[in-house]
């Protein structure tokens, strides 16, 4: 009973007058947007490896948060800690000799508390948390601290301390939003009906702030509960929004049964919802099941329907739609086709005709239906000339009739593209395919005249930036104008640094040097690749600028990450991230700070993802430092033995890594790929037997170190069956050997820039050019060459 308690939670947190807090006003009331998939960091392990580092004794230590150090007895609780493992850091935690220290340092001990929570003994954390006064002791971290022992006490039925600990919590601070769920837990809890009452007040406060908060959908369904006898036309409404937004979940089941108890007090619309066999319901459930996947389903379930419905319906085009996609998504793309034919029978002058149109003519293309494909594809630019599938679909048709043969039809289809859509974003791919047809008939002066009198080129991502260029000098080269085109190499790789096509153009500036064979490229080429990538290259520090430093935000983060708890760090960090997004100087300091407290899935993607512009140029002494930070050396000690032991060069196992996983060793993909190199199980369990590891699990890919192992063993078998091309143990990561080995059967004779063009797969095309970029750049950094080889000419399969 807390009927007084009530009085003094009431005037702390439930003036229902109040405005919404100043962050969800800002942000809109979404939760914080995570800055990467993260997981725990690597702790205190730098200084136990190296890598080979260009000059690191003349980089200055950057900035640093503080950390636990290597010999500290917390070390391996808070390596626990980042790795989630809490019954081994609270096994460690008992030990008596870390008592004295435990109460020398109140955030050791707010540690602690939290390993026992995760651990499963809520009450010793909430004697750990009733001994400090939080407020005096953890003023940084008060609100983390009283929401914990909130989470406590509700665990251990002290609804009294579960109120007043979540009540405690400020309504500036991000956790707000969860405190006001606990604080609703705990009224509720305490039984009496005014603090029923009041715990409607808080859920519909939180409701009104947070709508699509992660625990909305709960707090609906506790709100609605509450509410059945006093104000069941509310509750009926909150059941019906459950029902319809999260209609495959368990809730929505409970939610049609307490509507169904509720009939009485039912609008006609809502008992209308009830009804499991209208079209909109079907819908409902399709399009959850069409998000989830379940793509059989779908098609299943919607084929039934369809059959019961009356032909005018205005479901039908949308529900023939998602059976239509769910073929695609199962690459049925044959029995796709006949329903796409349906919607545009049956849906024409609808939004639903040019979705057919464009999915339609790709489904008939993949099935092998190339004519068919042209009809459909003409239709989109015929009919919707001003839509954006419109270039998209020209562009389709000019490949379409370079694989017929049909070499000047689709140079005329490409022409008009570029005519009609210049600006267009398939504009490059256009201009490409069109070199690509004068090199096969050798016509290396159209290549050259068409590049020169463009105006702009349109290659805007890192697939294409600097391409046509390269291919105007490599026509050069072919046309035997060999001064013409070392000057068109060198001005590609002036133009678009530590890109894929400036890392090909080096390899041709030594190729014309008749010398391939040296570690360092860049050593051949000469004053053309020394001035932009010399090698005794020192780092400028990132300076910390004052204005983080004040943030309470920062100093959350900080000791957070101190003390291992990165996830609960992420949260301050998204939001310090948004709050200073237009000070790029800010972000760097963040970035570097990350950096240096190992936490890389988080500082490389905010440099990777929200910090502009810095790739624009060669690393300098200045901004050296941002491109360690965007491809840093985790794990340094098992990646560098692996590497020697399967003589792997370390840049192609970092590049990898960063592509796959972002260096999380956690992330698990939708195909079940686990862990820093993303192993699937067949791969992973082949790899481990032939690797001598004989106790082999799925889930021990979760472990950094063995992950490496199998991923290193990997890429050892790709090298062996490649001839250690770096292009090709790449291109065979992400598409398979027997696709790599069907490639170079079909076009192996190409050398390596045209053979990367002509991989049919766009994804692993993209992949192959964008891990090649982060290898050179990682070989740049960290290794012995400034610029690596690739051989142009590829091994026979």
Avoid at 84 to 97: D, G, M, V
Wanted: with cysteine; charged share 25%; glycine share 4%.
């Amino acid at each position: 009973m807390i009927r007084n308690l009530s009085k003094i939670t009431l005037a702390l947190a439930l003036s229902l007058a109040i405005p919404l807090p100043a962050h969800a006003q800002s942000r809109g009331d979404a939760p914080p947007t995570e800055l990467a998939q993260s997981t725990p960091r690597e702790a205190g392990s730098s200084a136990r490896f190296r890598v080979i580092e260009r000059f690191p004794e003349r980089d200055p230590a950057p900035p640093q948060i503080p950390s636990i150090a290597p010999t500290s007895p917390f070390a391996p609780i808070i390596e626990d800690v980042e790795r989630n493992n809490w019954a081994s850091a609270h096994r460690k935690l008992q030990n008596p000799e870390l008592r004295p220290l435990l109460n020398d340092d109140a955030s050791l001990r707010f540690l602690a508390a939290t390993v026992a929570m995760e651990a499963g003994h809520p009450a010793q954390t909430l004697a750990i948390l009733n001994a400090l006064d939080l407020e005096a002791d953890l003023p940084s971290l008060a609100d983390y601290a009283s929401l914990l022992k909130a989470r406590a006490a509700l665990a251990t039925d002290d609804a009294h301390t579960a109120t007043l600990a979540a009540a405690s919590v400020d309504d500036q601070s991000l956790l707000y939003p969860d405190a006001l769920t606990l604080l609703a837990d705990a009224l509720q809890k305490a039984g009496q009906p005014e603090d029923q009452k009041r715990a409607v007040d808080v859920l519909e406060l939180f409701l009104n702030a947070y709508p699509r908060h992660s625990r909305a959908a709960a707090a609906r369904e506790q709100l609605a509960t509450l509410l059945e006898a006093q104000n069941p036309r509310r509750a009926a409404e909150l059941f019906s929004h459950i029902r319809e937004q999260r209609p495959l979940s368990e809730a929505a089941a409970r939610a049609t049964q307490r509507l169904r108890a509720l009939d009485a007090h039912l609008s006609d619309a809502q008992r209308q919802l009830l009804d499991d066999t209208t079209p909109e319901r079907a819908l409902t459930l399709a399009r959850a099941r069409f998000d989830l996947h379940q793509s059989e389903r779908v098609i299943n379930d919607l084929n039934a329907a369809l059959e019961q419905w009356p032909e005018d319906a205005p479901q039908r085009c949308e529900a023939l739609y998602l059976i239509a996609r769910s073929h695609t998504k199962l690459r049925q793309h044959s029995a796709g086709t006949p329903v796409y034919d349906r919607i545009l029978e049956q849906c024409a002058d609808t939004d639903w005709e040019l979705r057919a149109l464009y999915l339609g003519g790709r489904g008939r293309w993949n099935s092998g239906d190339r004519q068919g494909a042209l009809a459909l594809f003409e239709r989109i630019w015929q009919e919707y000339g001003d839509h954006s599938y419109a270039d998209d679909a020209m562009y389709f048709a000019a490949r379409i009739l370079r694989s017929e043969d049909h070499p000047d039809d689709a140079r005329q289809r490409l022409q008009a593209q570029l005519s009609r859509y210049p600006e267009g974003d398939m504009a490059k791919d256009a201009h490409w395919l069109l070199l690509r047809e004068y090199f096969d008939r050798d016509d290396f002066q159209a290549v050259i005249d068409h590049v020169d009198n463009l105006d702009k080129t349109g290659e805007d991502d890192l697939y294409t930036k600097g391409r046509l260029h390269y291919f105007r000098a490599r026509a050069l080269l072919q046309a035997g104008r060999t001064d013409e085109a070392a000057q068109a190499f060198i001005k590609v790789a002036h133009d678009h640094p530590m890109t894929y096509y400036a890392l090909l153009s080096f390899n041709q500036l030594a190729s014309l040097q008749s010398d391939t064979t040296g570690l360092d490229i860049c050593a051949t080429v000469g004053p053309a690749c020394e001035d932009h990538l010399p090698a005794n290259v020192s780092s400028d520090p990132v300076e910390l600028p004052e204005d983080l430093q004040r943030d309470p935000g920062f100093q959350k983060a900080s000791q957070l990450l101190t003390l291992g708890l990165t996830s609960l760090a992420r949260r301050e960090l998204t939001a310090l991230r948004t709050r200073h997004a237009s000070n790029t100087s800010t972000l760097w300091a963040l970035a570097s700070l990350l950096d240096a407290a190992h936490a890389y899935p988080i500082s490389h993607d905010l440099a990777r993802r929200h910090i502009h512009g810095w790739m624009d140029a060669y690393p300098t002494q200045s901004t050296r430092r941002h491109w360690s930070i965007a491809y840093p050396t985790p794990f340094k000690d098992a990646l560098t033995r692996y590497a020697e032991q399967r003589r792997l060069n370390p840049a192609i196992i970092y590049a990898i890594m960063r592509e796959e996983s972002g260096f999380n060793p956690r992330i698990e993909s939708w195909a079940n790929a686990r862990g820093l190199l993303q192993l699937i199980e067949p791969t992973a369990r082949r790899i481990a037997q032939k690797d001598g590891l004989g106790d082999f699990s799925f889930d021990l890919l979760f472990d950094p170190t063995l992950n490496i192992r199998l991923g290193s063993a990997y890429m050892r078998e790709l090298a062996d069956q490649t001839g250690s091309h770096p292009a090709l143990i790449i291109a065979g990561y992400n598409g398979g050997f027997g696709n790599v080995s069907s490639w170079l059967k079909e076009f192996g004779h190409e050398d390596l820039d045209l053979f990367v063009e002509n991989i049919p797969y766009g994804q692993t095309r993209d992949y192959t050019k964008r891990v090649l970029m982060s290898f050179w750049i990682y070989s740049y950094l960290y290794g012995d060459a400034r610029v690596p080889a690739l051989p142009f000419t590829l091994p026979s399969p």
